[in-house]
């Protein structure tokens, strides 16, 4: 069954820091590039951070610097450690799978969870 399950949203000051998990099913954890994504209301959805099955990392420039992306093998699981957050970092934040690059950016092969809601406070 194909699963993809964020947490670790939450309100924080700006300047703070959060740690997103991704649980992922073992299937797509072993196969494929896991990103997070964020989407702010009107926005489209935008892939800030990607990491490959062998744990090749890349970010997105308004992220960089700031934040990690890294993978648990054990317990198949994706991280997004966010350090130095903005205001615009707010954003409810998706993991998935890589899908297909378009001209809108990069879709999510997989349906989309119910996302986790980081808030960063001025």
């Known amino acids: 069954q194909v699963q993809l399950v964020e947490s670790g949203g939450g309100l924080v000051q700006a300047g703070g820091s959060l740690r997103l998990s991704c649980a992922a099913s073992r299937s797509i954890f072993n196969t494929y590039t896991i990103g997070w994504y964020r989407q702010t209301p009107g926005m489209q959805r935008e892939l800030v951070a990607r990491?490959?099955?062998?744990?090749?990392?890349n970010y997105a420039d308004t992220v960089k610097g700031r934040f990690t992306i890294s993978r648990d093998r054990a317990e198949a699981v994706v991280y997004l450690q966010m350090a130095g957050l903005k205001p615009e970092d707010t954003a409810v934040y998706y993991c998935?799978?890589?899908?297909?690059?378009?001209?809108?950016?990069?879709?999510?092969?997989?349906?989309w969870g119910q996302g986790t809601q980081v808030t960063v406070s001025a």
């Open positions: 990491i490959t099955i062998v744990g090749s990392t």
């Open positions: 998935n799978a890589l899908g297909v690059a378009t001209a809108n950016g990069v879709s999510g092969r997989f349906p």
